[in-house]
T-cell receptor, first 114, second 114 residues
Framework: SQQGEEDPQALSIQEGENATMNCSYK?????LQWYRQNSGRGLVHLIL?????REKHSGRLRVTLDTSKKSSSLLITASRAADTASYFC??????????????FGSGTRLQVQP | DAGVIQSPRHEVTEMGQEVTLRCKPI?????LFWYRQTMMRGLELLIY????????DSGMPEDRFSAKMPNASFSTLKIQPSEPRDSAVYFC????????????FGPGTRLTVT
């Protein structure tokens, strides 16, 4: 499986509910980023968390990182219809792989029903 | 700021034709990335420039693909000759810093090769 795999692949919730998406990866990382992609648009950066950080907040977003489990989660609280999008995690694993590039996961498609 | 600008937004061409995609990064950014997104393979990095110099081109599929960055405000991705399997959305992104920094994506070019 690839570096940076999100689960679930798809998630449908009602407006006002919380949405949690998970990302697992295989190698050591320097940082992990989350991006959002609305249908037919480019990706938009949401948040970056470094390997020595455990939790980060930005507005209604909360990201956690567990390097021992090689996993991260993105929590969107009080979801809105406008949060409907695909969400991707991206990892910088250059310390382990030597490749100077972010590796993107396959994404979670979030549908928020009004 | 206008953001990352890509042209054309849509391109339909016949197999065997040359295709040139263009990108103008955000002013002041010193890294530029070309990605390809398909349903089957997800988002793949094709090439990464830093200060106009190609740093990682290991994702370029084959010799039919070439990329240039003649100056800090312009880059091209060329496919010659194009094949139906090249059909995808091609994104350009830029960042203020190296690949590990947050990346700003353009709207993408949807390429269809018939």
């Amino acid at each position: 499986s690839q570096q940076g795999e999100e689960d679930p692949q798809a998630l449908s919730i009602q407006e006002g509910e919380n949405a949690t998406m998970n990302c697992s990866y295989k190698t050591s990382i320097n940082n992990l980023q989350w991006y959002r992609q609305n249908s037919g648009r480019g990706l938009v950066h949401l948040i970056l968390i470094r390997s020595n950080e455990r939790e980060k907040h930005s507005g209604r977003l909360r990201v956690t990182l567990d390097t021992s489990k090689k996993s991260s989660s993105l929590l969107i609280t009080a979801s809105r219809a406008a949060d409907t999008a695909s969400y991707f995690c991206a990892t910088d694993a250059s310390r382990d792989t030597g490749r100077r590039a972010l590796t993107f996961g396959s994404g979670t498609r979030l549908q928020v029903q009004p | 700021d206008a953001g990352v600008i890509q042209s054309p937004r849509h391109e339909v061409t016949e197999m065997g034709q040359e295709v040139t995609l263009r990108c103008k990064p955000i002013s002041g950014h010193n890294s530029l990335f070309w990605y390809r997104q398909t349903m089957m393979r997800g988002l793949e990095l094709l090439i990464y420039f830093n200060n106009n110099v190609p740093i990682d081109d290991s994702g370029m599929p084959e010799d039919r693909f070439s990329a240039k960055m003649p100056n800090a405000s312009f880059s091209t991705l060329k496919i010659q000759p194009s094949e139906p399997r090249d059909s995808a959305v091609y994104f350009c992104a830029s960042s203020f810093g190296d690949f590990s920094y947050e990346q700003y994506f353009g709207p993408g070019t949807r390429l269809t090769v018939t």
